[in-house]
T-cell receptor
Framework: QQQVKQSPQSLIVQKGGISIINCAYE??????FPWYQQFPGKGPALLIA?????SEKKEGRFTISFNKSAKQFSLHIMDSQPGDSATYFC????????????FGSGTQLTVLP | DGGITQSPKYLFRKEGQNVTLSCEQN?????MYWYRQDPGQGLRLIYY???????QKGDIAEGYSVSREKKESFPLTVTSAQKNPTAFYLC???????????????FGSGTRLTVV
């Protein structure tokens, strides 16, 4: 079954702290792992993505860590800011299939000032 | 600017009415998708289309219908058979390529449908 399990469901972090969101997948054919950020009343927007040939990708304060053997990947937000408060979705895609993204259930992040 | 346009932003439906949500993209993307999002929940796939005049049911297609007469357009009709239609509806599009290229999805800004 193509599933992506995301945790935690909600996360509260103090300003300046590190936010960590975890995802696990089952389908070993997945070869693209994006993260989306969604603000209330808006559509999700691509934040950062990784392919399984690297173990880490960093863009500014956002880092994806990828563990292929454990079939897990995580999003780290360094120096979290109140403006980062949003819902974050992990996702996975297989280039060999219909290229349909499978989404995690989402994590609502609140960064306290 | 290229992107996806969803309209209207807010839509109110009376009991027993069919309503149609519009989704238009000028990204020249092959595939288009409709998702439903309920408060505090994830994205559930309603329908998707990878080519004009062809579309596939997603996980929660009952009570919904779509058409894909043009590459740029993928309207969603919420029929009276959908018993709990109040939700936030998101349209997305993507490239369908080959090889190692992955592009993810581009989402519209959503339509909030409320039954009154």
């Amino acid at each position: 079954q193509q599933q992506v399990k995301q945790s935690p469901q909600s996360l509260i972090v103090q300003k300046g702290g590190i936010s960590i969101i975890n995802c696990a997948y089952e389908n070993t054919a997945f070869d693209y792992f994006p993260w989306y950020q969604q603000f209330p009343g808006k559509g999700p927007a691509l934040l950062i993505a990784i392919r399984p040939d690297v173990s880490e990708k960093k863009e500014g304060r956002f880092t994806i860590s990828f563990n292929k053997s454990a079939k897990q990947f995580s999003l780290h937000i360094m120096d979290s800011q109140p403006g980062d408060s949003a819902t974050y979705f992990c996702a996975a895609e297989s280039s060999g299939s219909a290229r349909q993204l499978t989404f995690g259930s989402g994590t609502q992040l609140t960064v306290l000032p | 600017d290229g992107g996806i346009t969803q309209s209207p932003k807010y839509l109110f439906r009376k009991e027993g009415q069919n309503v149609t949500l519009s989704c238009e993209q000028n990204l020249n993307h092959d595939a288009m998708y409709w998702y439903r999002q309920d408060p505090g929940q994830g994205l559930r796939l309603i329908y998707y289309s990878q080519i004009v005049n062809d579309f596939q049911k997603g996980d929660i297609a009952e009570g919904y219908s779509v058409s894909r007469e043009k590459k740029e357009s993928f309207p969603l009709t919420v029929t009276s058979a959908q018993k709990n239609p109040t939700a936030f509806y998101l349209c997305a599009s993507s490239i369908i390529g080959t090889g190692l290229a992955n592009y993810g999805y581009t989402f519209g800004s959503g339509t909030r449908l409320t039954v009154v």
